[in-house]
């Protein structure tokens, strides 16, 4: 079983800032791609960024240039840092890792941005 916990979500004024952890535990042999997803309320859920076990980087059309994904293969640990934030941005973050045959899910972490 793998277990991903995440940590750094809040509130945050427009034009701010957060940086968003997803750790991951467990049966981790074979972790490979690590990503964040988003779901707004009435909305479906959305790819927020993904990186690869080797650093290889995908974002979503809405957060490019204002978001930046990291990992720490050793700590098997992944970041996301948003900054210049706005209300649109207000969801609850997920983070998921691809790890052998399967995708796993963290429980989420609420982001609002106020206006």
């Known amino acids: 079983q793998v277990q991903l916990v995440e940590s750094g979500g809040g509130l945050v004024q427009a034009g701010g800032s957060l940086r968003l952890s997803c750790a991951a535990s467990g049966s981790i042999f074979g972790i490979n791609d690590m990503g964040w997803y988003r779901q707004a309320p009435g909305k479906q859920r959305e790819l927020v960024a993904l990186i690869t076990i080797r650093g290889i980087t995908n974002y979503g059309d809405s957060v490019k240039g204002r978001f930046t994904i990291s990992r720490d293969n050793a700590k098997n640990t992944v970041y996301l840092q948003m900054t210049s934030l706005t209300p649109e941005d207000t969801a609850v973050y997920y983070c998921?890792?691809?790890?052998?045959?399967?995708?796993?899910w963290g429980q989420g972490t609420q982001v609002t941005v106020s206006s």
């Open positions: 998921n890792a691809a790890v052998r045959l399967y995708v796993y």
